[in-house]
Every structure is written in C-alpha cells, then in structure tokens.
C-alpha cells in the first residue's frame, strides 16, 4: 500500500465518511477509493468550514477531515483552521507538502512552519514508515483532551512511496474524574452559595453533560448561563435557563449573574474575550475544565476541578446530596418565576423590534419568526460574525444540545455557511440554518453551489441592508466622504443561478411564510435555500 492510501486506511477504520477538500492532492484520489465521499468546495476556507461543523454537530464523535493542495491550497485554508483552533473543534486537515527534494527552497509555502500557532498538534511525515504512527499521533490528541484541528503534511513524493501491510486500530477516548477533594470543596461552595449562578461553556456539550448539568441545577435550583459557544448546552426553554452571557446578553442572564454570590464554569475556560462578558467583581469562581490551561487565566478561581465535565458533574451532583444535611430543598419555582419576570419586561422593551411591521424588515423580526416558524427542535441554527450574531444569540431560544452552533472566538465573517453545510451532512433529519449579512455572503457565498451541487439542503438566511452596518461607528468620515460601509448585490438572482432555490422578501409580512416555503422546499424538492430579507441597517444590540 502506498502512503496516502494508507492515510485513507485510517480514516475508514475511524469511521470517517466524508472528505471536505479542494483539488490538486491525490488524496482525494484515495479517499474516494476507500469509500469516502469526496465533498468539493469552491474554496479551502468554506471546506474547512464544513469539516469544522460537521465536527462539531458530531459532537467530535465523528471527527472532520478537510485536504488541499500543498502551497496556495494551504495558504488558502488558514482562516479555516485559524476559526477551528480558537474553538477548540476536533478536526484533521491533511495539507499537501512539496516534495522532499525542494524541502527549505526560498518563498516555499511549508505548512509545517506555518502552522503551528493554529493547531493543536502539527507533523510533517519525511519517511513513509512513519505515515500510520503520524495519523495516530495527530488523531490521538484530536480525540483527547481539549480539543483541536491537527495536521500531517505529506509531501507528494512521500505520498506516492510504499509503507508496506497496515495495521491500524481506531484511537480510544480517554476521560478523567476529578480529585474527590476538589469535586467535594467545590460541591460544599456551591451548597452554601446565597445565588449560585451555572455558567455552561462548549465543554458540556464535548462531554454530552447537558443531562448533568440539568439535574445539577434543579438540585441546587441555580439558574444557568451559557457562553457563545456553549449556546444550547442547557436548554433554552427549561425554567432554569437564562439564554446567553457573551458580549450580548438576555436580560435575566444579566440580573442574575449581578446577584450572584457563586459563578460555577461549568466546561468553559473563564477566559476574558471580545466575546465573552466579563466576570464582576467580588464573585466566588468555581471551574470544572479539561484543560489545567484554563485555570486562571483572568480570574483567580477558589474552587478549580480538573476533569471531564460529565463525570465531575456525577461527582458533584453526588457530592451535593452527601453534604446536604438539613439544608431546605431550593424554591425552584420561585426561580423560574423571577427568570420569566424579568424576560417578559426585557422582551416587552424590544418587542417593537421583534414584531416590527416596518419595511426594511428588522433584523429581529426576522429572528422572531424564524423561532416560531420553524420549532427549535427540528433545527440546527447558526449566526455570521458581526450583527447577525449579535442579534440572534439573546433572541433565539434554542431546544437543547447542538440544536445551535455557537461558534466563533474568532469570528471570521463568512463562516456560518460552512458551517451549516457540514451540520447538514451531519445530522440530515434536521432544518440547518444560517444567518448572514450580506457583506459576510460576500465572502464565501459562492459555496452555496456546493450545497447545490453535492444535494445538501439547507436554507441561508441572507440580512441584506446593502451595508456594513455594524461598522456604522467606526467609519464614519471615509463614509462620508467615500461611501466605504456600502456593499450591493441582489443574492436571490445569485442562489437561482447557482441553481438554488430563492427569494427576495421585502413585506415583513412575508417573512414567516418565507421560511415556511423554504423549509418545505429543502424537505420535499431536496434543494438547497436561499432567503434574502431587505432588513434594516439595525444597530441597537442586547446587552441586557
Ligand atoms: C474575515 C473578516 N474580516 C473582517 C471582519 C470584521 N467584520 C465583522 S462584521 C463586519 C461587517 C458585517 O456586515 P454584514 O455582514 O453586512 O452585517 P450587518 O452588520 O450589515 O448586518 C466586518 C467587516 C470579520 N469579522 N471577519
Ligand atoms: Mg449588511
């Protein structure tokens, strides 16, 4: 067997069954031999977008693969893995390399120099006896740990050389309690916490916690929080739940954080970020984390625990029932009560924006209808950088685990529709969605061909308000003077030539109907959807 057949080998034992990647790597070549589908992008940035969200819907489970050409094909990936890197999203990315006899030659692209601040973990296989332990190697740490895009550059001649009969056995996963005196310290703190608050990051959801961490909060009866990237890991629509705490954020995540004595991270690094809020003084932190990276970051936590959430949150769910004593069990109504008071005041003040019969359309009329159009549950929903984001993360209420895609520490505008491709091949049965301005459909729009053309049927939900509107502050005078914010394009007439289907909206009160037609289109023609709203320049956000 030659090297890269062996690389296909691999892959198929670990149960891989796409290979998002762009030509030229004869990679492909043995990838399709092995029986892995073969999933063309216009663009290495957009395919390393599919993998990162067919990762993610898979819960890492099944991890992505993405491939491309040594030199502009690597070149062209890096915002991919660069957004891969700073989520922490369990992918391979098999980049060519040159051949060996041109290693180190002048203004020679080498993804073994160039990409190691990105990955997790980074080989560059020289000798193809060392191809299969490379593979091993890079998908070890992939599986383990807190997750990571890793590579293996396998230079084109290497490719082609022999490495004899493979033996390969899939990589295990391998996940660790924590300390019983750490789990039992912080089960005691939050058992005497005045207002214990949960703060849930993307860890519950790579842990499949979300059952824990209910039972957790309706025993301690502490309302929960999410990051941006664990949005969804605690159901939206559970009484307990406050929505979002990021740079945006709900009204009740806001109140009860304030009043919060105790923040436990609950699989969340507790780092300071553009897009998380920030902890306010005088809080006592607990952290469960997989990662001893994340400890103290921006914050000095009293009641660290190392360990897998879902198995430190059994100890501490466990913990919490030995130490309780004589304590009252928790008013849990009492709770809800006050969560859904002061999400009714908050949704009253926006409630014009959200029923808006104001043509352009608002921005978050559309967001309202789409909750109430499409039930949560049949969904996968995701935003773009910029408004977009900010205006869905507090307004949609997702259902539950993966039922929303959080994505985005680094927030590469564009990113979402790659993302929704891959979450489509990952879990077929539900509605994929995704929300994007229309100077993020400029960017990587022309991948909604590949939906077309590989039979992945999602809808995207184009904002378009010819405009950059969220940099309406920053840019005022080169405005003024050189109309830099605006941006044009009709993207219905673009998705029918692609071979979509489409719509252009412009009367609010179609835009229920709208997403109502085009789910029925995606489910019964198997066609891939394009909506585009003429929305308002909207600039107000949620800070709760
Ligand atoms: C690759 C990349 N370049 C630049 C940015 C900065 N940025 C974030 S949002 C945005 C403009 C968004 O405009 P649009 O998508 O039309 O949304 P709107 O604010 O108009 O609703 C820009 C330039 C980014 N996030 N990513
Ligand atoms: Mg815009």
Redesign the pocket.
């Known amino acids: 067997m030659i090297a890269r057949d062996a690389v296909a080998h691999v892959l198929k034992q670990e149960g891989v069954e796409y290979l998002f990647c762009y030509p030229t790597t004869a990679f492909i070549e043995s990838a399709a031999e092995a029986g892995i589908r073969p999933i063309i992008c216009r663009q290495e940035r957009v395919g390393l977008g599919m993998a990162d969200g067919y990762a993610r819907i898979s819960n890492g489970e099944r991890f992505g693969v993405f491939a491309m050409q040594a030199g502009p094909g690597a070149e062209n990936a890096f ?1 991919g893995v660069a957004t891969a890197y700073s989520d922490s999203t369990p992918m391979l990315v098999l980049p060519s390399g040159y051949p060996r006899d041109r290693a180190g030659w002048p203004r020679y692209f080498t993804s073994a120099q160039a990409y190691p601040t990105v990955t997790k973990w980074l080989e560059q296989v020289n000798d193809a006896s060392q191809t299969v332990d490379a593979m091993r190697r890079a998908i070890s740490r992939l599986k383990n740990g807190r997750m990571g895009p890793v590579m293996v550059e396998l230079p084109t001649d290497v490719a082609e050389e022999e490495v004899g009969d493979v033996a390969y056995e899939p990589v295990r996963v391998v996940r660790s309690a924590g300390d019983t005196r750490d789990v039992e310290r912080a089960a005691r703190a939050l058992l005497d916490a005045r207002a214990p608050v949960l703060h849930a990051g993307q860890g519950v959801l790579y842990a499949n916690a979300t059952d824990e961490l209910v039972e957790l909060a309706e025993l301690l009866g502490a309302p929960v929080v999410t990051t941006l990237l664990g949005k969804s890991a605690f159901p939206e629509d559970h009484p307990l739940s406050l929505g979002i705490w990021s740079r945006v954020m709900t009204r009740p995540a806001k109140h009860f954080i304030a009043k919060a004595d105790v923040v436990a991270g609950i699989g969340a690094s507790l780092a300071k970020h553009a897009m998380s809020a920030v902890i306010p003084d005088g809080k006592t932190l607990v952290q469960v984390t997989n990662d001893e990276a994340d400890f103290g970051r921006n914050y000095h936590v009293e009641y660290p625990v190392l360990g897998d959430a879902k198995l430190v949150l059994a100890q501490l769910i466990d913990a919490v029932r030995d130490l309780w004593g004589g304590r009252p069990k928790p008013n849990n109504g009492e709770t809800a009560e006050e969560i859904r008071q002061v999400r009714d005041e908050w949704l009253a003040e926006w409630r014009g924006k959200l029923e808006s019969p104001e043509a352009p359309i608002s ?1 978050y009329r559309v967001i309202w209808e789409l909750n109430r159009t499409i039930p949560p549950e049949d969904a996968i929903v995701t935003h ?5 984001r900010d ?1 869905m993360v507090p307004f949609y209420r997702s259902a539950g685990p993966r039922s929303y895609i959080g994505w985005g520490k680094s ?4 990113t979402g529709l790659g993302l929704t491709i891959g979450a489509k091949l990952a879990a077929p049965e539900k509605v994929c969605i995704n929300w ?6 400029g ?1 990587t729009g022309l991948d909604f061909e590949t939906a077309v053309r590989c039979n992945i049927p999602i809808i995207t939900i184009v ?1 378009n ?1 010819f ?5 309406t502050d920053h840019m005022k005078a080169s405005n003024e003077l050189y109309q830099t914010l605006d ?1 044009g394009g009709n993207y219905a007439d673009l998705a029918r030539s692609l071979g979509g289907w489409a719509e252009r909206v412009e009367d609010p009160a179609e835009v229920g109907p709208a997403i109502a037609r085009a789910r029925r289109v995606t489910e019964e023609d198997g066609k891939p959807a394009l909506l585009e709203f003429l ?1 308002a ?2 600039t107000e956000v949620s800070h709760g």
């Open positions: 915002a921005p773009d950088s910029g408004s977009p205006q927030h590469g505008l564009g994007m301005g229309d100077a993020a459909f960017m904002s308000n405009r950059m509107a969220i940099e941006v929305t320049a909207e």
